[in-house]
């Protein structure tokens, strides 16, 4: 069977290959603007693949055997035999932000996934996904402290930048023609660099620190027919720890001439305490072209009894509800076989300042475009709109839209040709 295998195959993944060394370089860059990803490892990401990032994140229960779903495990155990599926995401964010006294505007982009699942033997199937799970990407300019004992002040600098990425190896097997279930491996790992630095006058310190995080996580996943057209899907996160090395050099200067400077040295740093993370879908087809989908996930944090300087974390609601319109998928109109969505999340938030949580919504809409008649491939363009935080205590109000391509695509392995 190998030997079956030709150059576009071998073409295809060499493309993959490519994106995900411009998806690790990209870490480097900020993926995010959010003042909130000041805190922990950052902004956590919400942004999934293909058609849920249109459906408010949502498809926990969803099953569908036409591209990759990754919100669950259990469902790489209906990729098709001979199929290929790959999917490659780029995605662009404006964000606005308020507080009391002033706002301003940011826009980023780059990559937001790499994908691929394919099928092992029958009922079996795998896939290897790479999502950035956190993103940090923030500026504090020309903060003010007075100096000790004086009237004086000067004025310091601080900056961050990098997060964390998520490459998860999902395995999925079917039970029975009813029950699938799924095992999933993260191993999350990236790095945070922060950039602090002051003057006053002609003398000044410039410190650099670089956190490094890596660690393992495991999970699990399962799909069920309750009828033919309805679903329910059910997921865990198991909660973990990241161990953290920290690497720090500083230099000192007076009247623009270095007096001191520390090389780089390395400690340990603190390691991050995951959640457990549960979650529940239910999927339900009507008036047969309708697909209603909603969530329910849970995130553990306040067991991990972690803080922050100025605020702690706390357990996390997040409810998410999709609804796709698909009139026929082999239609011989094309308009007929295109995909409109829509969605909507919300979140309670997980980590408290003063006792006020930083709750955010989406509001999600999309479709998707089909690329030929007999392929499952698809150009799906989402469009979110969102919000979190308010213009109160010390709190910033945040307002985003985010427009995100993903390339679903199908490529076909293993498959004879008939000559005819």
């Excluded at 799924?182 to 999350?188: D, V």
């Excluded at 011989?332 to 409109?340: A, E, L, T, V």
């Excluded at 309670?348 to 998707?368: F, P, Q, V, W």
């Excluded at 709109?385 to 839209?401: A, P, R, T, V």
């Amino acid at each position: 069977m190998m030997k079956m295998i030709t150059k576009k195959k071998i073409t295809t993944v060499a493309i993959l290959l490519f994106f995900v060394t411009l998806k690790l370089k990209a870490q480097s860059e900020s993926l995010t603007s959010s003042p909130y990803s000041l805190y922990g490892l950052g902004t956590i990401n919400q942004t999934s693949i293909g058609k849920s990032n249109s459906m408010g994140y949502s498809g926990i229960g969803l099953k569908t055997t036409t591209e990759i779903n990754n919100l669950n495990p259990a469902n790489f155990a209906l990729t098709p035999k001979n199929s290929f599926f790959y999917d490659i995401g780029i995605t662009a964010e404006t964000n606005t932000f308020a507080n009391s006294a002033d706002d301003q505007s940011k826009t980023t982009f780059n990559f937001s996934n790499i994908a691929m699942a394919f099928r092992i033997m029958d009922n079996l199937g795998m896939g290897i996904v790479m999502t950035p799970y956190s993103d940090v990407g923030y500026s504090l300019v020309g903060i003010k402290t007075n100096i000790e004992g004086s009237t004086e002040t000067f004025e310091s600098n601080v900056t961050g930048l990098g997060g964390l990425s998520d490459l998860k190896l999902n395995v999925g097997y079917g039970i029975t023609d009813k029950l699938n279930v799924g095992f999933s491996t993260s191993f999350l790992f990236g790095s945070i660099t922060e950039e602090e630095s002051f003057t006053l006058n002609t003398s000044g310190f410039q410190l650099s620190e670089k956190t490094n995080y890596n660690g393992i996580r495991l999970g699990f996943g399962f799909l069920y027919d309750i009828t033919k057209s309805i679903s329910i899907g059910g997921t865990a996160q198991l909660p973990t720890t990241l161990n953290g090395t920290l690497k720090r050099s500083a230099i000192k200067y007076i009247d623009g001439v270095e007096i001191d400077v520390e090389e780089d040295s390395s400690d340990d740093a603190d390691s991050f305490k995951m959640p457990l993370e549960i979650g529940f879908g239910l999927s339900s087809i009507t008036l047969k072209n309708i697909t209603l989908t909603a969530d329910y996930k849970k995130n553990f944090w306040t067991n991990t009894n972690q803080s922050e300087n100025i605020g702690s974390y706390e357990d996390q609601n997040i409810y998410a509800f999709g609804l796709e319109y698909l009139k026929d998928i082999r239609g011989y109109k094309y308009k007929d076989r295109i995909r409109y969505r829509a969605g909507f999340n919300y979140n309670d938030g997980y980590l408290a300042i003063n006792d006020e949580k930083i709750s955010g919504y989406d509001i999600t809409a999309g479709i998707g475009i089909p690329v030929g008649k007999s392929s499952n491939s698809t150009i799906n363009l989402s469009y979110s709109y969102g919000s979190k935080g308010q213009i109160e205590n010390i709190l910033i109000k945040e307002d985003y839209h985010q427009l995100t391509i993903n390339f679903s695509l199908e490529d076909l392995w293993f498959k004879k040709r008939k000559i005819y």
